[in-house]
């Protein structure tokens, strides 16, 4: 069995923004989408290998000057939610840890198992990702090994920030953290870090919203690699007259869900309706579209059904993607903005739905968002991005490979899901099993710096 590495907390303090928020937006409004998102932590970790240049002590400093500054920017990140309507921006502060881990970083580049962070969190992140009011916007806690190496997890409040409002925060600090260097100048940071906070505007809060269903579920995680060469190999296999050219996104979301749905088919003994939903950015398609950098939920929820037959093939279900996707692009937010839902159930499986009779699987994709290349605070590019889960199930998240070549699927299934579908043999063509991060062997990094336990 798979033990967390054991984790020393050295601090814990809340970093302020630099400049206090100016008193007529100490009142955050929240947009219809962030209103009916689910109230949970969103934890991203980043890790990076050792280097000789930078002294703990220094990543230290630079981490919470740089926070610092960047919360001043992205001062609602530094308030309370305070309502289903609005964030307080009182200014209270990120929560910020800093921990010692009694381990190496190459235990988890040999073997990328979750367990083994269960405590890179700044708060009991593996018993409960509830967020709720008065909770902190954002936590963050960095843990560094005993080789230098360092992970930074960035948990942040689900209720206001998602995805991509992640990568404009972690771009923006890391911007910020680049200039206080001495080899870069504040010129480095460009516009476009700058967040915009519309979708208030574009998404106006209601007293009607409905709220995303959500509870805790026993889990099990595994990650499988899938390299560009056998993504090419099953767009060709699954390439139709209807979907000539499918993308790569669609052809591993429509292999897990297939792959899913038979091992609940195994283990139920019986077939059963199946939905899956796949969080859309809104942004571009939006009328008119957001820009880039706006901050909040902008998040549709496509919602693509499968028949149920036994025989149903990887094709069929990318033609049920695709179909289902260009249903949202015509009339999705629309629907979205009148109904104040963001889940669209067929009124056909509504009853089996609230009942709990269907399968029913969630998708997210990070594929092509520059992760390693926006998170680089000055000591390099991370050598993984990872996203942790322990108690949301039938949960898949889709990720780039650090050469930024294959994609990685994060699956959070049940126990007895997870141990049907780890052996399925079609999803075994394609897929590798956990491999390593990265050559372990060229890991090497001196002991953490003495000072570090001393200033810390």
Same mark, same amino acid.
């Given at each position: 069995m798979v033990r967390a590495l054991e984790v020393q907390v050295l601090t814990r303090e809340n970093?302020?923004?630099?400049?206090?928020?100016?008193?007529?937006?100490?009142?955050?409004?929240?947009?219809?989408?962030?209103?009916?998102?689910?109230?949970?932590?969103?934890?991203?970790?980043?890790?990076?290998?050792?280097?000789?240049?930078?002294?703990?002590?220094?990543?230290?400093?630079?981490?919470?000057?740089? !926070? *610092?500054?960047? $919360?001043? +920017?992205?001062?609602?990140?530094?308030? =309370?939610?305070?309502?289903? &309507?609005?964030?307080?921006?009182?200014?209270?502060?990120?929560?910020?840890?800093?921990?010692?881990?009694?381990?190496? !970083? *190459?235990?988890? $580049?040999? +073997?990328?198992?979750?367990?083994?962070? =269960?405590?890179?969190?700044? &708060?009991?992140?593996?018993?409960?990702?509830?967020?709720?009011?008065?909770?902190?916007?954002?936590?963050?806690?960095?843990?560094?090994f005993k080789c230098g190496g360092l992970a930074i997890a960035v948990c942040t409040h689900h209720k206001l920030i998602d995805g991509s409002s992640v990568g404009?925060?972690?771009?923006?600090?890391?911007?910020?953290?680049?200039?206080?260097?001495?080899?870069?100048?504040?010129?480095?940071?460009?516009?476009?870090?700058?967040?915009?906070?519309?979708?208030?505007?574009?998404?106006?809060?209601?007293?009607?919203?409905?709220?995303?269903?959500?509870?805790?579920?026993?889990t099990e995680a595994n990650r499988y690699v899938f390299d560009a060469s056998k993504i090419d190999q099953l767009r060709a296999k699954v390439a139709s007259a209807s979907v000539p050219r499918p993308s790569r996104v669609e052809v591993l979301t429509a292999l897990i869900w297939k792959c899913a749905k038979a091992a609940s088919r195994s283990n139920l003994g019986y077939s059963r309706p199946s939905l899956s939903v796949h969080a859309m950015n809104v942004r571009a398609v939006a009328k008119p579209p957001l820009p880039e950098n706006s901050v909040g939920n902008s998040v549709g929820y496509v919602t693509a059904q499968a028949s149920g037959n036994e025989i149903e093939t990887v094709q069929d279900l990318v033609l049920s993607l695709r179909k289902a996707k260009a249903e949202y692009s015509k009339k999705g937010l629309q629907?979205?903005?009148?109904?104040?839902?963001?889940?669209?159930?067929?009124?056909?499986?509504?009853d089996k739905f609230e009942k709990e009779e269907i399968d029913f699987y969630t998708f997210s994709s990070t594929v092509n968002f520059p992760f390693y290349e926006l998170a680089d605070f000055g000591w390099g590019k991370p050598v993984h991005v990872t996203i942790s889960n322990y108690v949301i199930s039938n949960l898949f998240v889709l990720m780039d490979t650090n050469d930024r070549k294959g994609i990685e699927v994060l699956v959070f299934l049940s126990p007895e899901d997870l141990a049907l579908f780890e052996r399925d043999q079609e999803l075994l063509s394609f897929a590798t099993v956990n491999p390593p991060v990265l050559d372990v062997s060229?890991?090497?990094?001196?002991?953490?710096s003495p000072v570090l336990r001393s200033t810390l």
């Open positions: 970093i302020k923004p630099l400049y206090p928020t100016p008193h007529h937006l100490r009142n955050f409004k929240l947009s219809l989408m962030d209103q009916i998102t689910f109230p949970i932590y969103v934890c991203t970790i980043f890790l990076y290998k050792a280097d000789g240049s930078v002294k703990s002590y220094q990543i230290s400093q630079r981490l919470k000057s740089s !926070l *610092s500054k960047t $919360l001043t +920017k992205f001062y609602p990140f530094a308030g =309370r939610l305070k309502d289903d &309507f609005s964030i307080v921006c009182n200014d209270q502060g990120a929560e910020y840890v800093e921990a010692l881990a009694n381990g190496f !970083l *190459s235990e988890y $580049l040999q +073997k990328p198992d979750q367990k083994l962070l =269960r405590d890179f969190h700044p &708060f009991k992140y593996a018993e409960s990702s509830a967020a709720g009011i008065g909770d902190p916007m954002l936590r963050i806690q960095a843990t560094f404009t925060f972690v771009n923006s600090w890391t911007a910020t953290a680049r200039a206080d260097s001495q080899s870069s100048s504040i010129s480095n940071i460009n516009k476009q870090v700058i967040p915009a906070f519309v979708a208030a505007t574009f998404f106006p809060a209601s007293e009607s919203f409905v709220p995303l269903p959500f509870h805790n579920a026993p629907t979205v903005l009148e109904t104040k839902n963001l889940f669209h159930i067929p009124e056909s499986l509504q060229t890991s090497t990094g001196k002991n953490v």
